[in-house]
């Protein structure tokens, strides 16, 4: 299972993914919601918030490391109204997150209505296109 985020001028999406066998696949909902719903109800602990900071921070730096991502993120920086080297505080206000925060925005984006994709062939399990 993985989640990413596509971030944009209008709302965004915020997605998760994985991968299983036809025959698994309300099983794997049932999975994705438990994991989604202990988020929202439970949180993460200091220590995975800690760790989830380490990972973006590396990737981030990682990311610039290029002068064509700079000149990308600087550009949508502006476009974003955020200033052009908003991405130099990028440290500090990730520091600044705390578990409070991340509980908030969890029951913010992960209790929306959500659109739910199943590819496989027909007859794969999952939520009817009525649901």
Do not use: C, W
């Amino acid at each position: 299972m993985s989640a990413y985020a596509v971030d944009g001028l209008e709302p965004g999406t915020f997605s998760v993914y994985m991968g299983t066998s036809p025959d698994k696949v309300d099983r794997a909902f049932e999975g994705i919601d438990a994991i989604l719903m202990t988020l929202v109800n439970e949180g993460i602990t200091g220590a995975e918030l800690d760790r989830a900071k380490r990972y973006l921070l590396g990737s981030h730096a990682i990311g610039l490391q290029r002068t064509g991502a700079r000149a990308t993120t600087m550009a949508l920086n502006a476009l974003y109204g955020l200033g052009h080297l908003a991405h130099r505080d990028h440290q500090q206000k990730l520091a600044a997150v705390t578990l409070d925060d991340v509980r908030r925005v969890a029951q913010k984006v992960l209790t929306r209505p959500r659109v739910t994709t199943v590819v496989g062939p027909e007859g794969t399990g999952g939520p009817s296109a009525t649901e």
